[in-house]
Every structure is written in structure tokens, then in C-alpha cells.
């Protein structure tokens, strides 16, 4: 079996989509963005899926809004590290 290349894990969407709202690109450069998203991602569960609507279609409110509210503690959570870290490495 090959795992096809639509596999993916659905919080890399919720984080890139939190990270656009946040205008992340304008604050940070690509090196510490590269190291924020694996600080972030690191810290949630996976969510495999294959198509998008099968999020949509199947994914109760309560868990998408619990889902979201992880994603933004991990960003928060991420955002600190790296800034001490960033710091302290200066």
C-alpha cells in the first residue's frame, strides 16, 4: 500500500489557517516560522483525514471549537518558547 500524497494531518490546516489570520508571514521571518509551526504542531494530537469535506461533513461543532481552542493555546504556548528562546540564543 501507498499512502497517498491527500493524506494529511488536519491541524496543519488549523495552524497554517491561524498563523494567515495572524499575519505571521509579516511578523516573522521563514526560519522562525518553520521552527514555530513544529514548536506548535508538536504539542496537538494528530488528525489524519483525507478530504477536507470529510471534516467538515463529520466533525461535530463542539470538537472543531475544542480543536481551534488547542491550536491557540499551542500558538501562544509556541510563540513564548521561541522568543525565549530567541533571546537567551542572542
Do not use: W
Amino acid at each position: 500500500m501507498k499512502i497517498s500524497d491527500d493524506i494529511h494531518n488536519y491541524y496543519e490546516k488549523l495552524v497554517t489557517h491561524y498563523f494567515a489570520l495572524g499575519k505571521f508571514d509579516e511578523k516573522y521571518d521563514d526560519d522562525f516560522l518553520a521552527d514555530l509551526t513544529c514548536v506548535v504542531l508538536n504539542q496537538l494530537p494528530t488528525r489524519y483525514i483525507r478530504h477536507e469535506v470529510d471534516m467538515a461533513f463529520y466533525l461535530p461543532a463542539s470538537e472543531r471549537f475544542e480543536m481551534e481552542a488547542k491550536v491557540k493555546k499551542a500558538i501562544s504556548k509556541a510563540i513564548e518558547f521561541m522568543n525565549i528562546h530567541r533571546k537567551s540564543s542572542e
